[in-house]
């Protein structure tokens, strides 16, 4: 009786063609990583400064957010468009403001009035209450 031999399966795998694939992959990721841009909003946080600062005498704009959602331009109630108008007609130059959201604000009233700020180019300064 011929009885053939079985061959072994050898366990051995080639890790040379895994590690050029990984490599491929990783330039890959790194190159499209670079093209796509964040939709986020593009904010200055407070810096320090040496020099002394000059008390001025302009009174800044106030813009409040209540819980409810209401917009309030100088204590006085305002809806989107009307404060945009406003704004729109102060922007330019060095021109600042407050914006004080409510504690329990929705996000999607401050974030549409720092997006106002950005597009009319305006200095929004984020007054939020201590706890």
Known sequence: M??????KV???????SLTD????????????SSVVSPNALNLKLPGRS????????KKLDDVRI????????????ISVEELEGRLASKAGGNYS???????????????TIMDMAMR???NGVL???DE
């Open 10 to 16: 050898s366990a051995e795998f080639n890790m040379s």
């Open 21 to 32: 694939i990984i490599f491929l992959l990783l330039i890959f990721f790194m190159l499209t």
């Open 127 to 129: 007054a939020a209450e």
């Open 50 to 57: 040496d020099s002394p600062t000059t008390a001025s005498s």
């Open 2 to 7: 011929a009885l053939k031999k079985r061959s």
């Open 97 to 111: 403001m407050f914006i004080s959201p409510d504690k329990e604000a929705p996000v999607e009233g401050v974030v």
């Open 66 to 77: 209540d819980r409810k959602g209401n917009f309030f331009f100088n204590r006085k109630r």
């Open 120 to 122: 009319l180019n305006i």
